[in-house]
Every structure is written in structure tokens, then in C-alpha cells.
């Protein structure tokens, strides 16, 4: 948390060197700090905050990558003559744990075409989702969203 206030106040610095005050310089401001940051972090013996904003910006590519993907998939099954999709509801087993990683998660599965989150367990074990293809199979979909999504968020949350 210290080092993301620093890294807002380097911005706000930037933003008055300049004197420009407008969104996109602070942005680049942002991004100059995140470097001298990424720099510094081995002598502040802090690379936690430089690493979990690298993995989010890894987290949104890879979002954006299953979001285009699948987004075709739908597309071109809904294009198509005939009925190709196998759907059905799966339960996938959390090892999130928060209310926040749920909740990330959930929100992502739902964003992206042709699946829903239906249900979180109330122990917060399972997280129930309704899913348009499984073709290959409940345990490869259970496995894709847990090495996929799940396991992006852990690191950035833990």
C-alpha cells in the first residue's frame, strides 16, 4: 500500500513538472513511477506491489484473450446451420477463498460469452456455472477456468 501511494504521489510530481494536467499525463506519470519503482523495489526489499501490478495487467491481456476467443466460438455457432453446443451447469471447486476473489471470479466467468455463474455454495467451496460448450469434457472446463482465471487471481490476491 506504501508503494502505491508513492507511486501516485511520483505521478502527481510528474503531473506538475510538466505542467500539463490532464488525465493522459498523469496516466504516463503512472507508468514512468511504476518504472523508477520497478527499479528501486530490490533496494525498498518490497517486489510485492511491482508483481501483483504486473500480474494484473496479465490478468486483464488474459481476459481480454478469453473474452475474444470465446466471443467468436458463440459467434460462429450461432451463425451456423444446426445445433453444435453441448451445455450443462458444473460445479468448480474454490480455492479462492475471500469474498473479493469469489467475486472476481464469478464476475469474470459471467463476462465472458457462453458461460454464468449461477451460484457461490454457502460454505464458499463450489462455485456453480453454467457452461454452453463442454465438449471436451466437465473435468477440462473445471480444469481451464482453474489453471486459467483462478489461478491469475491467487497470485494477485495472495
Known amino acids: 500500500m506504501k508503494l502505491f501511494l508513492f507511486n501516485i504521489v511520483l505521478a502527481l510530481i510528474w503531473t506538475a513538472v510538466t505542467a500539463t494536467f ?8 503512472l ?5 523508477v ?17 504486473w500480474k494484473s495487467i496479465t490478468l486483464f491481456f488474459y481476459f481480454i484473450k478469453e473474452l475474444f476467443v470465446s466471443s467468436v466460438r458463440v459467434a460462429i455457432d450461432v451463425l451456423r446451420p444446426g445445433f453444435k453446443m453441448k451445455s450443462g451447469v458444473v460445479d468448480i471447486p474454490l480455492d479462492v477463498k475471500t469474498d473479493l476473489e469469489i467475486t472476481v471470479l464469478a464476475n469474470m466467468i459471467s463476462l465472458t460469452p457462453g458461460t454464468l ?6 460454505d464458499k467451496k463450489d462455485l456453480y ?4 460448450y463442454i465438449d471436451e469434457g466437465v473435468e477440462e472446463l473445471r480444469a481451464s477456468i482453474k489453471s486459467g482465471m483462478e489461478r491469475r487471481i491467487l497470485e494477485i490476491t495472495r
Not at 22 to 29: A, R
Not at 31 to 35: F, I, K, S
Not at 45 to 53: I, M
Open 22 to 29: 490532464s488525465f493522459g499525463n498523469f496516466l504516463i506519470g
Open 117 to 122: 455463474s449461477l451460484e457461490v455454495s454457502e
Open 31 to 35: 507508468v514512468l513511477a511504476y518504472g
Open 37 to 53: 519503482l520497478l527499479l528501486v523495489s530490490p533496494a525498498l526489499d518490497d517486489s510485492r506491489y511491482t508483481r501483483r501490478v
Open 129 to 132: 456455472i453454467h457452461a454452453m
